[in-house]
Nanobody, 116 residues
Framework: QVQLVESGGGLVQAGGSRRLSCTLSASVFSFNTMGWYRQAPGKQRELVATITDDGDTNYADAVKDRFTIARNNPKSLTLQMTALKPDDTAVYYC???????????WGQGTQVTVSS
């Protein structure tokens, strides 16, 4: 069982930057993909960005060239967000997809609010 804890959310003005962090309770090395998802009020949860254990990244079109996902060590995941827009307002969730155990883990989420 791996627990994920997000941090770094808050209120930011449009055009500003914010860095989200996700800390894992245990190290993960291989056979997994980690990612950030978000859910805005009244909308379904959507993918923001993912990164594999090999370092391959994938971004939603809405955040491409503005957000950067990174795995800094086996127990940490970050999302650097720049040029933030009001449409980026959402609860951001950290996700671990462990292909070896076929288990998906989620954090509790962190709120990001972008004011215009």
């Amino acid at each position: 069982q791996v627990q994920l804890v997000e941090s770094g959310g808050g209120l930011v003005q449009a055009g500003g930057s914010r860095r989200l962090s996700c800390t894992l309770s245990a190290s993960v090395f291989s056979f997994n993909t980690m990612g950030w998802y978000r859910q805005a009020p009244g909308k379904q949860r959507e993918l923001v960005a993912t990164i594999t254990d090999d370092g391959d990244t994938n971004y939603a079109d809405a955040v491409k060239d503005r957000f950067t996902i990174a795995r800094n060590n086996p127990k940490s995941l970050t999302l650097q967000m720049t040029a933030l827009k009001p449409d980026d307002t959402a609860v951001y969730y950290c996700n671990l997809d462990d292909r070896l155990s076929r288990t998906k883990y989620w954090g509790q989420g962190t709120q990001v609010t972008v004011s215009s």
